[in-house]
């Protein structure tokens, strides 16, 4: 037998490979009354993945009648580095020997042989068998996994065993063969959650490529679930406008950021202009109207080409030639009889110069004709600001203004990025404007004259004449028939905004309600109306 000694079993193993390039062989082999044998449980092993993929296991037993057995290749050969061998667990029959192929390599078709061996400790009467080794690679790449909106979501890929994929850091899920299908599910969604990927759907299911995949899997709370109605999965499309006033299912207004919106009483949406995605400088002047019944867009008006400068026509009448210019970040908002309202944003006036807009607009659907109603008709004109109801105050021109409607149709306006009062500089402003549709008289309400006005929140919850918010844009409100509250946004000299305040219109004083009263409380921008 072997002994236990690491460096005098090393001897005696390397001098019984030696020998068996000299002699003995085949299984047997002995003199003295003792035949020594080796035998495998197999001659070949075969390993195939893809490359990067995690090592591969195989094992051989071997049975023999020897004083222990050792493995190595044959002679003038080398162990590839792909290849890693276990030392034999024990020196009596029978023994379990591990083989490993690593996918670290480069893909192709690899062989080898191995040679196992057996005989006197002395390193005489050595008998071997041999076993050929073969690896296949194939290119490939991993998959990566992460989940947003929830902390750990389980799912499957190629109907696997169920992996759990974490909101801290992405998962690898598998490395697959590159030009094979592979397919990631869902496939049982947390309780009260919701999560799909890009497609808007629970599977993901698409032909590997030969880079690395990172995807993300989206979770929302699943207490009112989304439904993908129409538009496409990928970004940046081109509108198809299809033939004006005609409603179709190939029309589309393409990829736009960001447009002014509205609904109309039966629920209709309506969308004006925006800029093209991507960082691109043009914009848009289109107005386009979604049947929720139809579920089809119709292009109402506007330009099919980008930065169409403004056609205003004769102050408050309507005509067909009439155009508000291409612009992004407007306000809009549909009065009680249908007809779409549009105010400044950052776009082109009617002598085709770019800057802050503050016209405002109206388009009637039953005339298919727009109407300039109000404000300048030149870009970066600064607000006449008047605290009595008159249609000679207007705010100044800006861009991402929040505006809603109260229950009695009046407008509200506040805030945004762009001109105050007269002679004063581009900033963001705080100022609240009241717009009454049928006398079309705007009414300046609270907040500074001048831009870059910071916020004085007073005490929670506790109203007070000298509280207001700070200037902000892309911030949310919401009217009622007592005033207003306004939601977050955005100051990029302050930060981004988490605070929810209350303007009660029969005292004329702000509230500081919720939130916090810096700007590092991760609320950056608030969307919508």
């Known amino acids: 037998m072997f002994r236990s000694n690491v460096a005098c079993r090393a001897i005696v193993l390397l001098a019984l490979l030696a020998l068996s390039a000299c002699g003995g062989g085949g299984g047997g082999g002995g003199t003295g009354g003792t035949t020594y044998s080796i035998s495998l449980s197999q001659n070949t092993l075969s390993f195939s993945g893809v490359f990067s993929a995690d090592p591969q296991h195989q094992s051989i037993v071997v049975s023999f009648v020897g004083d222990g057995v050792v493995v190595g290749t044959l002679p003038g050969q080398t162990k590839p580095d792909w290849l890693t061998v276990g030392a034999p667990a024990q020196s009596t029959s029978p023994v379990t020997v591990d083989v490993v192929a690593s996918m670290l390599t480069t893909p192709g078709s690899y062989s080898t042989t191995l040679r196992f061996a057996t005989g006197k400790a002395d390193g005489s009467q050595v008998v071997y068998k041999d076993v050929t080794i073969n690896l296949q690679v194939v290119p490939g790449a991993p998959i990566r996994l992460i989940a947003r909106g929830i902390s750990s979501v389980d799912v499957s890929i190629n109907g696997g065993a169920q992996q759990t994929v974490g909101s801290d850091v992405a998962k690898q899920l598998g490395v697959i063969a590159t030009g094979s299908t592979y397919t990631i599910t869902v496939p049982n969604q947390p309780n009260g959650w919701h999560c799909t990927f890009a497609n808007g759907t629970a599977t993901q299911t698409d032909v590997m490529g030969s880079n690395a995949l990172d995807l993300q899997l989206n979770c929302n709370a699943a207490l009112i679930p989304w439904a993908w109605i129409g538009g496409t999965q990928t970004l940046g499309d081109a509108a198809a406008y299809g033939t004006r006033l005609n409603a179709a299912a190939g029309n589309t207004p393409g990829g736009r950021i960001p447009a002014a919106y509205a609904a109309d009483a039966a629920g209709n949406l309506w969308l004006f202009g925006a800029g093209n995605p991507g960082g691109s400088p043009d914009s848009r002047n289109d107005l386009w109207r979604y049947d929720i019944a139809t579920g089809l867009w119709t292009w109402m008006s506007g330009s099919t080409v980008v930065n169409a400068a403004g056609t205003y026509g004769t102050l408050g009448q309507p005509a067909s030639a009439n155009a508000p210019g291409a612009r992004y970040g407007a306000a809009a908002w549909i009065d009680a009889n249908g007809r779409f309202w549009l105010f400044g944003g950052y776009g082109y006036d009617a002598g085709g110069s770019q800057g802050e807009l503050n016209d405002l607009w109206m388009y009637d659907a039953a005339s298919d004709q727009w109407a300039w109603v109000g404000g300048s008709n030149a870009v970066n004109q600064s607000g006449i600001y008047g605290s009595t109801p008159s249609t000679a105050n207007i705010p100044g021109g800006r861009e991402f203004p929040a ?92 930060g981004g905004h988490n605070d929810l305040w209350r303007y009660d219109s029969q005292s004329g004083w702000w509230t500081w309600v919720n939130g916090t009263n810096s700007t590092t409380a991760n609320g950056f921008i608030a969307f919508g109306r």
């Open 403 to 494: 505006v809603d409607k109260d229950p009695a149709g009046a407008i509200w306006l506040f805030g945004g990025n762009g001109l105050a009062g007269t002679g004063n500089s581009f900033g963001y402003l705080n100022d609240l404007w009241k717009f009454d549709p049928a006398t079309r008289a705007w009414t300046w309400v609270s907040g500074s004259t001048a831009p870059q006005a910071l916020g004085s929140y007073g005490t929670l919850g506790v109203a007070d004449a000298a509280n207001q918010p700070d200037a902000r844009m892309r911030s949310t409100i919401w009217a009622d028939a007592n005033g207003v509250f306004m939601f977050g946004g955005a100051n990029f000299y302050l």
